[in-house]
Each structure stands twice: as structure tokens, then as C-alpha cells.
């Protein structure tokens, strides 16, 4: 076998076809069976480290989806060639040089992982288009200002983006950006599920689904009061999920930023969304984020149980994102 230099070959991005070459090599040099390689027998000396088979076999088996390392590769050419001379076999020279196979070595690792970012970038723009990040305020708008509910064409694109998110497969690499379409996707199938237990058609707005409130079929009394409480408590909750998504999205477009392309979204503004009326029937635009303590952790977004806690526990109902513990609200002039 006649090995081309690394620059004069075509790699593939594919760690089983290196793993392929190393066995041509194996091949040429005449080894291959067990008391070949495996060294010399156990009542000869061993004058210096042998490359026990059952390393070679590891290394080298087809199960295996990773490339060896850099120094499995440098133990098994220089055993190649050692064996070769022992048993008078003929090896190329380029067979024979260890810098030519580590060469070769670095440069499938760079097309892996040349063709991972790629895969993984394609992901993310699929991610971007279903999520609908350039129009992600307007989608707010239409579901924090009353009446709050959602879209029905939106809820549908949600509902296709959270089952996208569940069966895709990010790019070993790239474990930040994986981390964050992971907190993402948990953000989002809370809002929905919520969202879908506590809603209906909307008696005021067509293709529209609104938080349901349930007082309103219930005659005065306790159980009405209650009702009432609990329609409440949705709201901020609705609204609470919503900014927690917003978060996520915002931390998952700082991942890919970080880890995939350093351009990405650089001239769009961060998400926001726009809600209210407040007391005096303004609305806001607010870019929502993680904290900077919140931000550093592996799940920044702590779930829905502990927002309902937050909203009904002896805090009296302060909310989680507007109490700035967990998010930045960073008002947005634009």
C-alpha cells in the first residue's frame, strides 16, 4: 500500500474510514492475527512497550465512532514498522512515517469537525425559522396583551418546534449549544402543556386560543372567589412562562454565538416582548436574560413547578421573572 500525504488526499469527514487505513497498514506490513501484533510471546523479554492486541482490536473496532488518539496512532505505525522488518516485509515509506499518519490524523479531525459545526449550524437556522426569532415580539404582543392566549397558527408552530426539538440530535462537540436548546426545549413544553390545560377558543378574537377564565360560568361565592384567584395566578404564570422562554431563546442564541458562529443574529436585537397594559394602560418592551449567576448554570430554567411556588408561596405572589433574582428585565427603547 502506497499512502499519499495527507494534503494530496481527499479526507472524509469519518472516523471509521482512518480507522480503515490503519488496517491497510496492518495488511501491508503482514500482521494482523493476534500473535502478530500482540508482541512477542510472554517467555521472550520485552525489551520496550508493546502494543497489546486487545488495544489494536479496541481501537480499531468498527464499533468504535471515534477517531484513536494521536498517540495509539504513533505506538501502532512504529509497531507496524518494526513487525515489517522483523519478517522481511516490504513497507512504503510513506507507510512508514509516523508525521505523515498523524498529519493525516489532524486532518480528518478538522473535517469531522468542520462538518459537525455545519450540521449543527443548519440545525440552529431550522431552530431559528420554527421558533420565528425575527418575529418573536409581535408573536408576544399577540399573546401578552389581552386578550393573553395564543395564536392558533402560532400555537401550531410551537407544537412543530417542540417536537423537532424533542427528536433532533445536536453535534457531540458543541455541548453549549446543545445544553441550551435542551433548556430551551424544556421552557417551551412547559408553556404548552400549561398552556393547553388551561385555555380555550377565544369568544372575541378568531383563530385565537385565550387563557380560559372559569369565574365567569360560576354564580357569587366561594367557589367563584376561587375560580377568580386561580384565573389570576394563570395570568402571571402564562406571562411568567413566557419570559422564561424569551430568556432561553436569548441564552441559546449566546451559545451559538459562543461555540458556532460569532456572527449569528449580531444585527437583530436580543428577544423581547412587549406586554401590559399596566396601571396607567402603558404597555412595556422588555428584553428578558438570564442573570448572571442564573446564566452559569446548567439549567437556567428551573421548571414550572418552581414559578407556581414562586407565585403562591409566602412571597405573596411576587413574581419570579419581575423580581430579578432569576432574570433581567432590560427595558428596550426600540
Not at 481527499?10 to 493476534?34: H, K, N, Y
Not at 502494543?51 to 479496541?58: E, G, K, Q, S
Not at 477517531?67 to 513487525?83: G, H, S
Request: hydrophobic fraction near 40%; glycine fraction near 8%.
Amino acid at each position: 500500500m502506497v499512502m499519499e500525504s495527507a494534503r494530496d488526499l481527499d479526507v472524509q469527514a469519518d472516523p471509521q474510514w482512518f480507522i480503515g487505513r490503519l488496517r491497510q497498514l496492518m495488511t501491508s506490513c503482514g500482521a494482523g492475527t493476534e500473535t502478530r501484533l500482540a508482541g512477542r510471546k510472554k517467555n521472550q523479554p520485552s525489551g520496550k512497550e508493546q502494543l497489546p492486541h486487545a488495544t489494536i482490536n479496541r481501537n480499531l473496532s468498527p464499533s468504535i465512532q471515534s477517531l484513536p488518539t494521536a498517540d495509539f496512532v504513533q505506538r501502532f505505525v512504529e509497531r507496524c514498522t518494526e513487525y515489517a522488518d522483523q519478517h522481511g516485509r516490504e513497507l512504503a515509506a510513506a507507510d512508514r512515517d509516523v508525521e505523515g499518519w498523524l498529519e493525516l490524523l489532524a486532518a480528518v479531525d478538522e473535517e469531522i469537525k468542520e462538518t459537525a459545526r455545519l450540521s449543527a449550524v443548519d440545525l440552529v437556522m431550522r431552530w431559528s425559522e420554527l421558533a420565528g426569532l425575527d418575529t418573536w415580539r409581535k408573536t408576544s404582543e399577540a399573546s401578552l396583551i389581552p386578550p393573553l392566549g395564543i395564536p392558533f397558527a402560532v400555537q401550531d408552530r410551537l407544537t412543530a418546534l417542540r417536537l423537532w426539538m424533542v427528536e433532533v440530535e445536536w453535534p457531540r462537540p458543541f455541548t453549549k449549544v446543545a445544553s441550551a436548546m435542551n433548556n430551551f426545549r424544556r421552557a417551551l413544553s412547559d408553556l404548552l402543556n400549561f398552556f393547553t390545560s388551561t385555555s380555550t377558543f377565544s369568544p372575541k378574537v378568531d383563530n385565537f386560543y385565550e387563557l380560559w377564565d372559569h369565574s365567569l360560568v360560576l354564580e357569587y361565592g366561594p367557589e367563584r372567589r376561587r375560580a377568580e384567584r386561580e384565573y389570576l395566578q394563570n395570568i402571571d404564570l402564562f406571562m411568567d412562562l413566557w419570559f422564561e422562554l424569551t430568556a432561553a431563546g436569548n441564552h441559546a442564541c449566546d451559545a451559538v454565538r459562543d461555540e458556532l458562529d460569532g456572527a449569528f443574529r449580531l444585527g437583530a436585537s436580543p428577544l423581547s416582548t412587549i406586554h401590559g397594559p399596566d396601571g396607567l394602560g402603558r404597555c412595556q418592551i422588555t428584553r428578558w436574560v438570564y442573570s448572571g449567576e442564573t446564566r452559569r448554570r446548567a439549567n437556567p430554567y428551573p421548571g414550572i413547578d418552581a414559578l407556581r411556588e414562586a407565585l403562591t408561596g409566602p412571597s405573596g405572589g411576587a413574581r419570579t421573572a419581575g423580581g430579578h433574582d432569576r432574570l433581567m428585565d432590560e427595558p428596550d427603547s426600540g
